[in-house]
């Protein structure tokens, strides 16, 4: 319908599109200048909840939300519909490079989500790679709750805050708390954790430079092919006909 192809366009109208080191940059300057934003690392599956959910839908069209293109479905898609874009930008990267930044500028994070094994192996992982990062809170996913984690986050103030709890709890759980805190950076950052703890591994750079990494997490986790189906190849489906 005329209604849904509006929704998803929209999508890829905010859709960033211009290269990784521009990317990262915009948000360092997020962090610099002590802004309150949101980044939403989208993969078709982010766009076809929203598409289906009126507060996710809202959380992406916010004027403080940043869509990054987090998958090779998405950059596909916006290439059928002919947009211009450099190409994907992992989320794990860029949870990755905005570590580093924190550590270089002694900045603030607090990690709210994941399980608890996770978090005491990223611990470990924090203190060795990034020694100058102030950790505000780790809280996993499972034990605490929502309304006390984002309370500890609003009196804490840090610069930059990862939520792991998988989409689209993630994306809403932030959106519902943003208005309320004066400053940070929020990613929702899915599985980020478990590669950056070291729980779970990343596919080889070749893989990665293939386009194949997203084959590579099917084959380790045969599990999550029927989810792949219905929101990465279904997605892809819609897009084309949407271009007719």
Known sequence: TRKRKTIIISYFDKLYKENQDSFFNDLEQIIINEERAMLVTANPEVFSRAEQNKELHEA???????????????????????????????????????????????????????????????????????????????????????????????????????????????????????????????????GSLDVLSGVKKRAPKFIIRCKLEWLFRLLKEPRRIKKFYQTHITFLFKIRKLKR
């Open 60 to 190: 992406l069209m916010d004027q403080e939300t940043m869509i990054s293109p987090d998958g090779e479905g998405v950059v596909k898609a916006a290439r059928i519909l002919n947009y211009s874009i450099w190409g994907k930008i992992a989320g794990v990267d860029t949870v990755q490079h905005l570590l580093e930044f924190c550590n270089q500028c002694k900045k603030t994070v607090f990690f709210y989500g994941s399980k608890q094994e996770v978090l005491d192996e990223l611990s470990k992982k924090l203190k060795i790679d990034y020694p100058n990062i102030i950790i505000k809170g780790m809280r996993n996913g499972y034990d605490y709750n929502e309304t006390v984690v984002f309370d500890e986050i609003k009196n804490t103030a840090p610069d930059l805050i990862l939520v792991a709890l998988g989409v689209p709890k993630q994306e809403l759980a932030i959106y519902r708390y943003l208005k309320k805190v004066d400053k940070g950076l929020f990613i929702g950052v899915g």
